[in-house]
T-cell receptor
Framework: GESVGLHLPTLSVQEGDNSIINCAYS??????FIWYKQESGKGPQFIID?????DKRQGQRVTVLLNKTVKHLSLQIAATQPGDSAVYFC????????????FGTGTRLQVTL | DVKVTQSSRYLVKRTGEKVFLECVQD?????MFWYRQDPGLGLRLIYF???????EKGDIPEGYSVSREKKERFSLILESASTNQTSMYLC?????????????FGPGTRLLVL
């Protein structure tokens, strides 16, 4: 089975509720942030991104909030569905450094019926 | 849609074997990356390349080498596989032109070294 995420924090949410996944980043020079979703046995899939000149960005059922003062990023998923069950990673980059990303270790989201 | 493909989903090799992991992207991206992913450690960058024939070491290059002979293809080479290289290997690509920092990932290759 999938071995990624054995030591990950886990968020358990009931189907239909909203989910909030948090991420603290480390580099105050980072100016670009991404959220990825990784389902079991698959590669990370891009969900949404945000640049440091914004503090909120919305997609379909997802919203990313950026608080640069405390170096905090969050992903909000509205009306969570069973298909949202996955590991979620945040990543940060300083766009002046060859597009290299630094990844968080991830949070496992479990959606209960 | 961006497509990043990896040559194998699962590989089993023996200690000391030479292992080639291949990655191909179809978006004409300049940058390509190889990561490994291990429980509790997240994604760690092994090598990356920002152009054909160019390569840069990432955070954990020891025991690996890479080859970028064509823009669309980036190969990761384990010269002499060891058991501590058992891992999930992920390839990614992006462009450094415009606002295109998002990295797109392949499905991963799960390597077991016996």
């Amino acid at each position: 089975g999938e071995s990624v995420g054995l030591h990950l924090p886990t968020l358990s949410v009931q189907e239909g509720d909203n989910s909030i996944i948090n991420c603290a980043y480390s580099n105050s020079a980072s100016d670009y942030f991404i959220w990825y979703k990784q389902e079991s046995g698959k590669g990370p899939q891009f969900i949404i991104d945000i640049r440091s000149n914004m503090d909120k960005r919305q997609g379909q059922r997802v919203t990313v909030l950026l608080n640069k003062t405390v170096k905090h990023l969050s992903l909000q998923i509205a009306a969570t569905q069973p298909g949202d069950s996955a590991v979620y990673f945040c990543a940060e980059a300083n766009t002046g450094t060859a597009s290299k990303l630094t990844f968080g270790t991830g949070t496992r989201l479990q959606v209960t019926l | 849609d961006v497509k990043v493909t990896q040559s194998s989903r699962y590989l089993v090799k023996r200690t000391g074997e030479k292992v080639f992991l291949e990655c191909v992207q179809d978006m004409d991206h300049e940058n390509m990356f190889w990561y490994r992913q291990d429980p509790g450690l997240g994604l760690r960058l092994i090598y990356f390349s920002y152009d054909v024939k160019m390569k840069e070491k990432g955070d954990i290059p020891e025991g690996y080498s890479v080859s970028r002979e064509k823009k669309e293809r980036f190969s990761l080479i384990l010269e002499s596989a060891s058991t501590n290289q058992t891992s999930m290997y992920l390839c990614a690509s992006n462009s450094h032109t415009g606002n295109q920092e998002t990295q797109y990932f392949g499905p991963g290759t799960r390597l077991l070294v016996l």
